[in-house]
Structure formats: C-alpha cells, structure tokens
C-alpha cells in the first residue's frame, strides 16, 4: 500500500476532481478532509460508504483510504503532524492535552464523517475556506491565525467526537476523561487480543487488575469481557455490511479467533448468522 509523508507541521490545499486519481493509502500525519460539494463514495478501513457535501473526515496514521467521485468534487485537506500542538503556548495546557489526545486518538471503526451538525459543518468549512486564504500569506501575524482558526476547528470537532464516546452520566471530569480513553484504547486494539488483557489494561490505565472489569462495569454499565464482546461484534456488523472483505479476514480483523468463533458469538448475541447481515 501506497503511503504518503509530509515534511510540515501543517499543510492547507483544495483540490477540485472529477476523478480520483490516488491509489488506497496511509499517511505519516494526521489529516482533516472536507466536502466543499461533491458526493461519491469513501472507502475508509475496507469500509465503502457514501459521502456528500458537508462532510468532514479526521484520519490517522493508522487509517488508509481513498475516494470513488460520483459527480464533481471539491476537496479542503488540512494535514497536520503532532509538532503543530508545539506552536502555541496554550496547547501546553493539561487540560488542551487531553483535549488533543481525545480527538487524535478516536478511531475510525466505525467509519463516517464526524460532524453531523449542518451548522458545526458550515463553521469547519467556513474556517477551512479562511485557512486557504492566509495560508499563502507572508505576514508575520498569518502563523498565528492561522493556529488561532485551526484551534477553533478543532474545538469543533472535539465537541462533535465526544459524542462518539459511549455516554457516561454522573461521573467526575477526570474519571469521564479516563473512562473515555479507556474505551477508546479497547476500540483502537480491538484486533489485538493479547492488548486486552486486564493485566494489559491495568498497566496502561494505573488500576488496579482485580478492579478493571469492576471499573468499567460501574462507569459503563459492562464488565470488560462484555464490553469487549460488544465491540467485535458492533465492529464486524459494520465490515460484514460495508465491506467486501472474506468473513475469515473479518473475524481476524476485529479479534475473534476464527470465522467460525465469530458466527458463534454472532449466533449467541444477534441470533443470525453473518453471512446474513451481507
């Protein structure tokens, strides 16, 4: 597979296709892509789905992806590394931090743009359309300005994906904060069963291995081993549907230990088969 490399912290420029000329790919950098007009289809992760005007897509190094054109469209990239966070004083907080860490870290198992908001899309484009402007711009204040519209942008996006993250009620900002990143190291490595382990889980969280499933079960209303089931099958639902990928490569993708475990579980918990779902 094909992969791209940048060179910038930041990297602003449209592109207007009738055709997709870009093999399937990955990057070295973070990327935000926006539909200025346009509709067709995205594959992202093995997963084809449409995509229309309006749409924002946040990708990671991890993710790859291309695009199929239906009728013309306008493309806003933004691309950006973790040394852009460097740039600005306030990025240093503790609390911008996790912020940060919150948006770059959320996975896309469940492929699809990440805002929904008619109006929240309007503000990222109208952001991004500014950003092409003074990104060209030699003056002196266009750094900043530049940092300043791409904080606002990611404002958005953080209260858009924070929605993503399964609801936690009546719970402490730090401890939601912990929960948050919890479920989303569990999405992010669902594949990798040896990183699931509540010894695992313990290390990489500070608490305490007998109090992992316990944890999970009083902020979440699961304990772990059911959270975990729920996220391969939720995960292989949407690649069995959206995919075309072998049920065997499926089941190995999203950490079942075979296609025949899968249909298993699926048969336990859906009552179906998954050859049915596609």
């Known amino acids: 597979?094909?992969?791209?490399?940048?060179?910038?912290?930041?990297?602003?420029?449209?592109?207007?296709?009738?055709?997709?000329?870009?093999?399937?790919?990955?990057?070295?950098f973070f990327e935000i892509v926006i539909i200025r007009e346009g509709s067709g289809k995205?594959?992202?992760n093995d997963v084809s789905f449409d995509y229309a005007e309006g749409d924002v897509f946040l990708l990671t190094p991890e993710?790859?992806?291309?695009?199929?054109?239906?009728?013309p469209t306008s493309f806003i990239f933004i691309k950006?590394?973790?040394?852009?966070?460097?740039?600005?004083?306030?990025?240093?907080d503790k609390l911008w931090k996790k912020r940060i860490q919150q948006v770059i870290t959320m996975p896309n198992t469940i492929p699809e743009s990440i805002i929904k908001d008619e109006s929240d899309q309007k503000?990222?484009?109208?952001?991004?359309?500014?950003?092409?402007?003074?990104?060209?711009?030699?003056s002196t204040l266009s750094r900043p300005l530049l940092?300043?519209?791409?904080?606002?942008?990611?404002?958005?996006?953080?209260?858009?994906?924070?929605?993503?993250?399964?609801?936690?009620?009546?719970?402490?900002l730090d401890e939601r904060q912990k929960v948050s990143e919890l479920l989303t190291y569990i999405r992010q490595n669902i594949g990798a069963r040896d990183k699931l382990t509540q010894k695992q889980l313990a290390e990489e969280f500070s608490i305490s291995q007998n109090y992992v499933s316990i944890y999970l079960r009083k902020h979440t209303g699961m304990r772990l081993q059911?959270?975990?089931?729920?996220?391969?099958?939720?995960?292989?639902?949407?690649l069995i549907k959206q995919s075309s990928l072998p049920m065997s490569q499926i089941a190995e993708k999203v950490g079942f230990t075979d296609g025949s475990h899968m249909n298993?579980?699926?048969?336990?918990?859906r009552k179906v088969n998954p050859s049915e779902l596609r």
């Open 264 to 269: 298993k579980m699926f048969q336990k918990y």
């Open 147 to 172: 940092l300043n519209l791409f904080s606002s942008m990611f404002i958005i996006m953080l209260r858009n994906l924070v929605g993503k993250i399964a609801t936690i009620s009546k719970v402490k």
């Open 63 to 71: 993710d790859h992806h291309d695009f199929v054109i239906g009728t």
């Open 1 to 28: 597979m094909h992969r791209y490399f940048s060179r910038y912290a930041l990297n602003i420029f449209r592109i207007d296709m009738d055709e997709w000329d870009y093999p399937t790919h990955s990057h070295n």
């Open 226 to 238: 059911n959270l975990i089931t729920e996220t391969r099958l939720k995960t292989a639902e949407r």
């Open 123 to 138: 503000s990222i484009r109208d952001l991004a359309e500014i950003m092409l402007k003074e990104f060209d711009v030699t």
């Open 80 to 92: 950006f590394t973790e040394q852009l966070f460097e740039e600005k004083e306030e990025w240093q």
């Open 42 to 44: 995205h594959r992202l």
